[in-house]
């Protein structure tokens, strides 16, 4: 799949990329990774962690997934309210989601601190404001129950907004102690600390096959090296590419696009560097880097066509600068890197695993949504859970098995 196409950002701060060749004889471990982006390597770093063998493949160079194209935005909330999903899935089960996408956001950081290559994790407040009038009741139905369930928000009005930042928006929630990183550093260091747990990663080795056994897992890598792993457990984490191993129904694709501007000379007047973002949809969100760029991404599309996805890169480019300038007249940014992407979101707004029938000793990490870092989190730690404990409590939330929204 053309997975995303542009002037990608990340792969720049990266001056020694570490080299992962590719699989070269037959293998047997307990747990085989399909997948090294994100959602692999997290799933990798938790079991490596946990004493198992781990092998980590991946049909690209490390690291040309979807997640060199990540804005690295790592929030709570996602492209539905929280009051959206408690109204379709109940309180009781978006509670116990938020309170482990919370958990998540904070093992992410933990994490960060343990891995041999600085992720550039920071924690960062965010600004969800109103885009419209009509929006402002949503945001206060969402500030009820946050602030019921203990949570740090703050509901701000058009004065406290205006106090800070340079414009007018009618409200906003405001959270705190939210994050930012750099999502290609961070997956290096995860694998990096995998080897040094006695985990194998190899890049340019793609699946191509399998053989069903009732004990174990056999893949095949593509020919012609074609080589046999033998696994106890996979873990499916092909990101967007999941589909082509087995399709999802709760699952679709759409096209998302952002721009990476210059270094700006002055940052001041954007309070704390918060993350922002909006109420409208499709929305625009806006992060800083340590080296003083900006991020504006959004604009996302209903395409899954690469060819009418590109096409849209330079026109969203543009529009993307717009939105940031109306926001920050003040900062003279300039673009400098610019993509579109694919990113997969699921129709019930919930991220989820997969357990099929047709795939023994799998589950798929479908860590799906605008929000996937801290879904990977999530995920990740339940299959460890699943894999070393033999069930999760909370897997039953995320399973593909929850029944479907009417949407
Ligand atoms: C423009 C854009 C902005 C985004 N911004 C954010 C954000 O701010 N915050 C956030 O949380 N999320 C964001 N996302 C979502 C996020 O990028 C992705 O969901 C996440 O990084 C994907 O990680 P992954 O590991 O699932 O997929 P990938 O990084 O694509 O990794 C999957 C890997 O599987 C490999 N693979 C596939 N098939 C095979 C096979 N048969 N054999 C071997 N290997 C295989 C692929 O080569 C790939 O490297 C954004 C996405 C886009 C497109």
Redesign the pocket.
Same mark, same amino acid.
């Given at each position: 799949m053309d997975?995303?196409s542009g002037k990608l950002f990340w792969p720049t701060t990266v001056s020694n990329p570490p080299v992962y060749p590719p699989l070269a004889e037959d293998i047997q471990c307990d747990v085989l990774v399909? &997948?090294?982006?994100?959602?692999?390597?997290l799933c990798a770093y938790h079991l490596a962690e946990r004493g198992l063998k781990v092998a980590v493949?991946?049909?690209?160079r490390?690291?040309?997934?979807?997640?060199?194209?990540? #804005?690295?935005?790592?929030q709570l909330s996602g492209e539905k309210s929280f009051v959206t999903l408690a109204n379709h899935f109940g309180e009781q089960i978006i509670s116990r989601h938020i309170h482990l996408c919370w958990q998540a956001l904070n093992e992410l950081e933990d994490i960060c601190t343990k891995l041999p290559i600085n992720a550039q994790f920071v924690r960062r407040d965010s600004l969800y404001y109103a885009s419209f009038t009509e929006d402002i009741p949503s945001i206060h139905k969402e500030y009820d129950f946050l602030s019921r369930l203990g949570l740090q928000v703050e509901l701000w009005n058009e004065e406290q907004i205006r106090a800070v930042y340079p414009f007018r928006k009618p409200a906003a929630l405001y959270s705190y102690n939210e994050a930012e990183l750099n999502?290609l550093q961070f997956v290096y260091g995860l694998l990096e600390k995998v080897k040094s747990l006695g985990g194998s990663i190899y890049g340019e #080795?793609?699946? #191509?096959g399998r053989r069903k056994d009732i004990k174990d897992a056999v893949f095949y890598t593509a020919a012609p090296r074609r080589h046999q792993i033998k696994a106890e457990h996979v873990i499916i984490?092909?990101?967007?590419?999941n589909r082509?191993?087995q399709s999802e129904k709760n699952a679709v694709m759409v096209s998302?696009?952002?721009v990476i501007t210059k270094p700006v000379p002055d940052l001041s007047s954007w309070y704390k560097r918060t993350l922002i973002w909006e109420t409208a949809r499709p929305y625009v969100?806006l992060r800083t880097t340590p080296d003083h760029r900006v991020i504006i &991404?959004g604009m996302d599309k209903d395409t899954t066509i690469p060819e009418a996805r590109d096409s849209k890169i330079m026109r969203s480019r543009d529009k993307l600068m717009e939105a940031f300038h109306k926001l920050f007249p003040d900062i003279p940014a300039e673009p400098e890197y610019w993509?579109?992407?694919?990113?997969?979101v699921t129709h019930d707004g919930l991220p989820m695993v997969g357990q099929y029938e047709a795939y023994p000793h799998c589950h798929m990490?479908m860590?799906?949504?605008?929000?996937?870092?801290?879904?990977?989190a999530v995920l990740s730690r339940i299959l460890a859970d699943v894999i070393t404990e033999g069930s999760s409590p909370d897997l039953s939330i995320y399973l593909n098995t929850r029944p479907l929204s009417q949407k």
């Open positions: 997975l995303q399909i &997948g090294a982006g994100i959602s692999g390597s493949v991946d049909k690209r490390i690291g040309e997934g979807s997640t060199s194209a990540n #804005t690295a935005v790592i999502p #080795t793609e699946i #191509t984490a092909a990101g967007n590419e082509d191993f998302s696009y952002a969100y &991404g993509l579109g992407g694919f990113l997969s990490v860590a799906y949504g605008d929000n996937a870092i801290v879904y990977n």
